[in-house]
């Protein structure tokens, strides 16, 4: 089952923060982000793991509460090149292999 | 280049007819996922394989089949095809698909469906 993603899209401003969430009916046993740029192949930008850590990527960072099932990617200072559409992938712990992606957050970071 | 090859990038085609999308892994991975995006919509989980036999599916339709070689590329097969069809379809590898391991796309294969 594809992970549920919000907000469908947001606006900013440069300097501006936001957060994407991300969350799953099912057990989960990791949660991947992806950026994605218009025509482009996604990106990865991190993976977390069962545990609930938390990681960082420049000003990008992340959060896993494995209780809740849920994901929250958080957008700091944002910067033009922020922009594009962010993806969480997840692998639930009875689906070996069958890495779905949620339905994406469009990110449009203005100067 | 992020080392997941697919050919070819574009294809324009009519309908009912068949096509082959392939993709090589990046070096070391043996875990191949196929995916299909629609015009500015999300990432479909179509199938993946690993080290050559299929280990999980998703919404593939049954005109569309795949399959894994032994030297570890694969290929999408798509058959008497619709306009519906017409999307960006995403090959991507990993070491192993435990969930642990991340996820390197290819640039994708452009289908059109006239």
């Known amino acids: 089952q594809q992970p549920v993603q919000s907000p469908q899209a947001v606006i900013l401003r440069e300097g501006e923060d936001a957060v994407i969430n991300c969350s799953s009916s099912k057990a989960l046993y990791s949660v991947h982000w992806y950026r994605q740029k218009h025509g482009e192949a996604p990106v990865f930008l991190m993976i977390l793991l069962k545990g609930g850590e938390q990681k960082g990527h420049e000003k990008i960072s992340a959060s896993f509460n494995e209780k809740k099932q849920q994901s929250s990617l958080y957008l700091t200072a944002s910067q033009l090149s922020y922009s594009g559409t962010y993806f969480c992938?997840?692998?639930?712990?009875?689906?070996?292999?069958?890495?779905?992606f949620g339905a994406g957050t469009q990110v449009v970071v203005t100067p | 280049d992020s080392g997941v090859t697919q050919t070819p990038k574009h294809l324009i085609t009519a309908t009912g007819q068949r096509v082959t999308l392939r993709c090589s892994p990046r070096s070391g991975d043996l875990s191949v996922y196929w995916y299909q995006q629609s015009l500015d919509q999300g990432l479909q989980f179509l199938i993946q394989?690993?080290?050559?036999?299929?280990?999980a599916k998703g919404n593939i339709l049954e005109r569309f089949s795949a399959q894994q070689f032994p030297d570890l590329h694969s290929e999408l097969n798509l058959s008497s095809l619709e306009l519906g069809d017409s999307a960006l379809y995403f090959c991507?590898?990993?070491?192993?698909?435990?969930?642990?391991?991340?996820?390197?796309f290819g640039a994708g294969s452009r289908l059109t469906v006239l």
């Open positions: 991507a590898s990993s070491v192993h698909p435990s969930g642990a391991n991340v996820l390197t």
């Open positions: 394989y690993y080290n050559g036999e299929e280990r």
């Open positions: 992938g997840t692998h639930t712990t009875d689906s070996w292999g069958k890495f779905q």
